[in-house]
C-alpha cells in the first residue's frame, strides 16, 4: 500500500483491491485469521434534545428490523479483524439481525469520519431499517448492552455514563444507533470535518434543531468497565491538528453540507469472512472542494498546493 500514499491527491485515484487487503491483513496478524473472498430535507427551528435513559432488559429485538453497522475505516487493520468477528457473534446471541460495512477511505485525504458514515448510509442495504455509526476501535463486553430498533429515532449505546473515555453530557459519539428517517432528517452529518474530533459535537445540534429524542440504556452497573477501547494511541496517533481557518469555520453548524450533497466515487466493493463472521467493505475515494475546506489535505502537500495557487 505504500505506493498509493506517496501519490498526490488530485483526481489520482489508487485501487485497493482485496487481494491487497488480504495481503496487508496476513501481514499484521501473521495469518492468525483467515480472510475469503465470498432526500434531502431541510433543517428545521432549534429544539433542545430530549435525553432518557432505557432499562437495558427490558429491551427486545425484533426479526422485522435489520441493523447496518457502519464502521469508517483507515489503516486499522488490528482493530478491524478482531471487530468483525466479535461483534458478529455479540449481536448474534443477541438475536440482531445486521450487516457490517465497513467504509474504507482510500483516498490520500486526511481521514473524514463523518463523510465516510454518509456515504455508508447511502450504499448501504435497504434492507436494513436502521443504522449504527460504530467505531472500529469500540466494543461491549457487557452482554447486557444492546442494540435495538430506536424507538425514538435515536439510541445512544455508549452513553456518557458508560463509555471509557468521553463523558460529557452532550457526547454522543462511539456507537449512536439511528432509524434510516431519523438520519435523512439530519441531512446525514456534516462532510466538511477533516482530521479527527467534533464531528459528533456538529450532529449533536444536528438532532436538536430536529427536536429528537435520544434514548441511553440504564440499569448497566458496568460503568466505564462496559466497554472495551482496543485503540493504542502510541501506535496510532490522531490527527487532530487544524490548518488554515479550520478552528473558525468549525464552530458553526454546518447548514450546507451533508448526505444529500456529498461528492465521492466508490472504487470497489467486496464481500469478506474474517474467522466465520461476514462484512462488506467499501473502498471509497472521498472528494475535497479545495477552496471550502483546504485543511482536507495533510499537511505535506501544502507547499506543493500554495505554488500552483489552489489553496490560501
Given at each position: 500500500?505504500?505506493a498509493?500514499?506517496?501519490?498526490l491527491?488530485?483526481?489520482?485515484?489508487t485501487?485497493?483491491?482485496f487481494?491487497?487487503l488480504?495481503?496487508?491483513?496476513?501481514?499484521?496478524?501473521?495469518?492468525m485469521?483467515?480472510?475469503?473472498?465470498?432526500?434531502?430535507?431541510?433543517?428545521?427551528?432549534?429544539h433542545?434534545v430530549?435525553?432518557?435513559?432505557?432499562?437495558?432488559?427490558?429491551?427486545?429485538?425484533?426479526e422485522r428490523h435489520?441493523?447496518?453497522?457502519?464502521?469508517p475505516?483507515?489503516?486499522?487493520?488490528?482493530?478491524l479483524?478482531e471487530f468483525?468477528p466479535?461483534?458478529h457473534d455479540?449481536?448474534?446471541?443477541?438475536?440482531?439481525?445486521?450487516?457490517?460495512?465497513?467504509?474504507?477511505?482510500?483516498?490520500?485525504?486526511?481521514?473524514?469520519?463523518?463523510a465516510?458514515?454518509?456515504?455508508?448510509?447511502?450504499?448501504?442495504?435497504k434492507d436494513?431499517?436502521?443504522?449504527?455509526m460504530?467505531?472500529?476501535?469500540?466494543?461491549?463486553?457487557?452482554?447486557?448492552?444492546?442494540?435495538p430498533y430506536?424507538r425514538?429515532?435515536?439510541?445512544?449505546?455508549?452513553?456518557?455514563?458508560?463509555?471509557?473515555?468521553?463523558?460529557?453530557?452532550?457526547?454522543?459519539g462511539?456507537?449512536?444507533?439511528?432509524?434510516?428517517?431519523?438520519?435523512t432528517s439530519?441531512?446525514g452529518m456534516?462532510?466538511?470535518?477533516?482530521?479527527?474530533?467534533?464531528?459528533d459535537?456538529?450532529?449533536y445540534?444536528?438532532?436538536?434543531?430536529q427536536?429528537?429524542?435520544?434514548?441511553r440504556?440504564s440499569g448497566?452497573?458496568?460503568?466505564?468497565?462496559?466497554?472495551?477501547?482496543?485503540?493504542?494511541?502510541?501506535?496510532?496517533?490522531?490527527?487532530?491538528?487544524k490548518?488554515?481557518?479550520?478552528?473558525?469555520?468549525?464552530?458553526?453548524?454546518?447548514?450546507?453540507?451533508?448526505?444529500?450533497?456529498?461528492?465521492y466515487?466508490?472504487?470497489?466493493?467486496?464481500d469478506?469472512t474474517?474467522?466465520?463472521?461476514?462484512?462488506?467493505?467499501?473502498?471509497?475515494?472521498?472528494?475535497?472542494?479545495?477552496?471550502?475546506?483546504?485543511w482536507?489535505?495533510?499537511?505535506?502537500?501544502?507547499?506543493?498546493?500554495?505554488?500552483?495557487?489552489?489553496?490560501?
Open positions: 500500500m505504500s498509493w500514499i506517496q501519490t491527491v488530485k483526481r489520482k485515484r485501487k485497493i483491491v487481494v491487497g488480504t495481503v496487508t491483513f496476513s501481514l499484521a496478524l501473521i495469518l485469521v483467515k480472510l475469503q473472498s465470498d432526500t434531502e430535507q431541510p433543517v428545521t427551528k432549534t433542545k430530549i435525553i432518557r435513559t432505557e432499562n437495558a432488559e427490558s429491551t427486545t429485538v425484533t435489520k441493523m447496518a453497522i457502519l464502521v475505516f483507515r489503516d486499522r487493520f488490528e482493530e479483524l468483525v466479535y461483534m455479540f449481536l448474534n446471541k443477541q438475536g440482531t439481525a445486521h450487516q457490517i460495512y465497513v467504509i474504507n477511505q482510500v483516498d490520500d485525504y486526511r481521514f473524514n469520519r463523518a465516510l458514515i454518509n456515504v455508508g448510509f447511502l450504499e448501504s442495504g436494513c431499517d436502521y443504522i449504527a460504530h467505531d472500529v476501535d469500540l466494543v461491549p463486553v457487557n452482554p447486557a448492552i444492546a442494540y430506536p425514538t429515532g435515536v439510541y445512544h449505546v455508549a452513553s456518557p455514563d458508560l463509555h471509557p473515555l468521553y463523558h460529557y453530557k452532550k457526547f454522543v462511539g456507537i449512536l444507533l439511528l432509524t434510516r428517517d431519523a438520519f439530519t441531512n456534516s462532510n466538511r470535518y477533516w482530521g479527527w474530533g467534533l464531528e459535537d456538529e450532529f445540534v444536528r438532532m436538536r434543531r427536536m429528537l429524542e435520544i434514548e440504556p448497566i452497573t458496568t460503568g466505564y468497565e462496559t466497554f472495551r477501547h482496543i485503540h493504542n494511541r502510541k501506535k496510532r496517533r490522531r490527527d487532530t491538528a490548518h488554515f481557518n479550520q478552528t473558525q469555520e468549525l464552530r458553526h453548524l454546518d447548514k450546507k453540507t451533508g448526505a444529500s450533497n456529498i461528492k466515487t466508490i472504487d470497489s466493493k467486496t469478506i474474517v474467522a466465520g463472521a461476514p462484512a462488506k467493505i467499501i473502498n471509497v475515494v472521498l472528494d475535497c472542494d479545495l477552496k471550502d475546506t483546504p482536507c489535505l495533510k499537511p505535506e502537500y501544502h507547499t506543493v498546493y500554495k505554488a500552483k495557487g489552489l489553496i490560501p
